[in-house]
């Protein structure tokens, strides 16, 4: 199929297929006449791609993980890649949900000005309230920081 029908069937545009194609995550043939020519698997492709970045896995993850031949997936392959990834997402939301936590308490902190107290005198009372650790900054379990710097290790490696 050509470029024009296989974008009206995802819809996305041609320009981003034609990208995929460069970054050699779809393949297409050229025609005598230099047009790209697509398999059907082609919709299939590229439905996968979108759906591998709603599941928050970059360009160069999907490159890693998805074959140019639908044929010669690598099922160990990608068990390993998706279990990382559920590992990365619980490690982000952990940290996510301290990062809440504190601000919110921050949040709660500076609210709790007293009313003759001007911004600049409530400012200082919370600095000396966090350093006192009365304020308590989010932290992470070690097996969080082990996935996070296992994930920005992936992410040099492979980008």
């Known amino acids: 199929m050509k470029i024009g029908e296989l974008a009206q069937r995802t819809g996305l545009a041609a320009s981003r297929i034609r990208f995929y194609e460069d970054i050699g ?23 996968l791609i979108a ?17 140019l031949d639908m044929e010669q ?3 160990g392959t990608l ?7 559920v590992q990365e997402i619980e490690a982000m939301q952990t940290r996510l949900a301290q990062s809440k936590a504190h601000l919110v ?4 902190e500076i609210d709790a000005k007293p009313a003759d107290m001007d911004c600049s005198a ?7 309230r966090i350093r006192a650790g ?17 994930a920005k290790r992936r992410a040099v490696k492979h980008g």
Do not use: C
């Open 25 to 47: 995550l779809l393949k297409a043939e050229r025609e005598p006449n230099g047009y790209r020519s697509y398999s059907p698997e082609a919709v299939l492709v590229l439905e």
């Open 51 to 67: 759906a591998a970045q709603q599941a928050g896995f970059s360009l160069d993850e999907i490159r890693i993980l998805m074959p």
């Open 73 to 75: 997936w690598q099922h």
């Open 79 to 85: 068990i390993e890649t998706l279990r990382a990834k």
């Open 105 to 108: 308490a921050l949040l709660a």
């Open 122 to 128: 409530n400012a200082k009372r919370v600095m000396s």
């Open 134 to 150: 009365q304020v308590k900054a989010p932290t992470l379990v070690p097996a969080d920081v082990t996935t996070l710097r296992k």
